[in-house]
């Protein structure tokens, strides 16, 4: 029994700490309720009330004039019109903290600092809450913003009223041991602001970063986002390690359990690992970047983003599909602009016989030429490339450099363009017929009894 585990001891004595906390606190809550009851702390209170009525009377008198003349300031700059928004949606607070402070001077200098003495902890209180509310507006997370709001309420409140320490107290026993570490409600609250902060010290650096990489025009759009990827990874592992050794939480205890985490990860997320390694070659050999046109199976789209696990791409019918890095790295694709932005396209058409094959070229060339996306720089031809049984057939191949701009539409109109110069020019277009022939045949059978039968002789003509 020498060896028995001392920790229901200690939770004992935790329990037993907490309650002499408590019953202090509640002692010190009671002995200001008492205080309150006091006459002159009665007429700081109805002050109090009186200062808050005041306050939303202006705010719904002065409210709307304020708000007309802010929309009569059309030119001003967004800022400026954003800290007016904030300064409208406070007018309560804002005039609130300045009645309750003309009131303590004029009682400071008219009556004993101890009759001001609530108004002053109130006024305080106001106004941190006031700071803490316009500080807190240059955040533009919405959750991280209202966290880090009300716990900054919470501890100024504390402070001001000087129970910090024995809130630490009471949030420091109230905890359990893991191991060697022993987490408490405190070491939790704690490591949640230090987090908080450091997550927003990193937004802000990564987007002063990415603001920095994506202006460069030395670099390429596949190497500004590996380079984005990069920091951001980098900066979030550095805030987590700091803000677990800020915290005093030795990892090293840790080790054998995140070895396990890993194992199991490793196999339970092996095409996750495989798509977040492909991403990384992709962007390393920039085989594909942002903005590229590329066809894979089915889908024809431009490259609209390069995600760690997948790539976002845009088709011509708005749709946008996200596939997977891997598929990049395994799979076909055709990429329309990888070195430069010109493409090829073909088309093949027919014509009679009877139309002189020199002169239908140089209508095809100069129809082709005629539409707009069709570049002039790059020469257009057309071609002979066979003998049909109905037509002469041809190929004409053009260029483009807006494959973004789509490949069926262009081709679209270098037909109607054809159809239209062919018309101009009493070039025709052939396409089979069938021509039905009736034949009559006698048969005699049976005795010079016979009847009629008719057989279809189906052929193809040429037109």
């Not at 019953?23 to 009186?50: C, E, H, K, M």
């Not at 929309?71 to 700059?77: D, K, V």
């Not at 002053?120 to 700071?131: D, E, K, N, Q, R």
């Not at 996750?272 to 089915?298: A, E, F, H, Q």
């Amino acid at each position: 029994m020498a060896n028995q585990d001392p920790q229901p001891e200690l939770s004992a004595q935790q329990i037993q700490e907490i309650v002499s906390i408590g019953t202090d606190i509640f002692s010190q809550v009671q002995i200001f309720a008492i205080g309150l009851l006091r006459p002159w702390n009665l007429y700081q209170i109805g002050i109090v009330i009186v200062v808050f009525a005041l306050a939303h009377v202006l705010r719904a008198v002065l409210g709307p004039t304020i708000r007309d003349w802010m929309a009569s300031r059309e030119n001003w700059p967004k800022w400026r019109m954003r800290i007016l928004a904030v300064i409208h949606q406070r007018l309560r607070a804002i005039f609130f903290v300045i009645l309750i402070w003309l009131v303590i001077a004029f009682m400071r200098e008219y009556t004993w600092p101890s009759r001001s003495y609530l108004l002053s902890i109130v006024g305080t209180l106001a106004f941190a809450w006031l700071v803490i509310a316009f500080a807190t507006r240059l955040i533009k997370s919405v959750p991280l913003r209202r966290t880090i709001r009300y716990g900054a309420w919470v501890y100024v409140t504390l402070y001001i009223l000087g129970v910090v320490d024995q809130a630490e107290q009471v949030l420091d026993n109230i905890g359990f041991r893991l191991g060697d570490i022993r987490f408490t409600l405190l070491l939790l609250i704690q490591s949640l602001v230090i987090l908080t902060l450091l997550l927003a010290l990193v937004r802000f650096v990564m987007r002063t970063t990415t603001r920095k990489i994506t202006s460069n025009q030395e670099i390429s759009p596949s190497m500004q986002v590996l380079l984005i990827k990069a920091v951001q990874i980098g900066l979030y592992a550095t805030a987590f390690f700091v803000g677990v050794r800020a915290l005093g939480i030795d990892l090293t205890g840790l080790a054998v359990l995140s070895g396990a985490i890993g194992v199991g990860l490793g196999f339970g997320l092996q095409k996750v690992v495989s798509n977040l390694v492909s991403g990384v070659i992709i962007l390393l050999d920039k085989s594909i970047k942002p903005g590229d046109v590329i066809s894979l199976g089915d889908t024809f789209g431009w490259i609209n983003s390069l995600g760690a696990r997948y790539v976002s791409v845009v088709t011509r019918d708005g749709r946008e599909y996200l596939i997977p890095n891997e598929d990049l790295i395994t799979g076909q694709v055709v990429n329309w602009s990888h070195s430069n932005e010109f493409v090829r396209l073909d088309i093949h058409f027919g014509t009679s016989y009877t139309d002189n094959p020199h002169e239908v070229r140089k209508i095809a060339i100069a129809a082709a030429q005629s539409v707009d996306r069709v570049l002039k720089s790059r020469p257009t031809v057309c071609h002979i490339v066979g003998f049909g049984d109905s037509s002469v057939d041809y190929i004409l191949r053009f260029w483009i450099s807006d494959p973004t701009g789509g490949l069926t539409n262009i081709r679209g109109n270098v037909f109607l363009a054809l159809w239209d110069a062919f018309a101009e020019n009493g070039i025709s277009i052939p396409f089979p017929q069938r021509e039905v022939k009736v034949l009559n045949d006698k048969v005699a059978e049976d005795g010079g009894n016979s009847w009629k039968s008719k057989a279809l002789r189906v052929g193809d003509t040429e037109n």
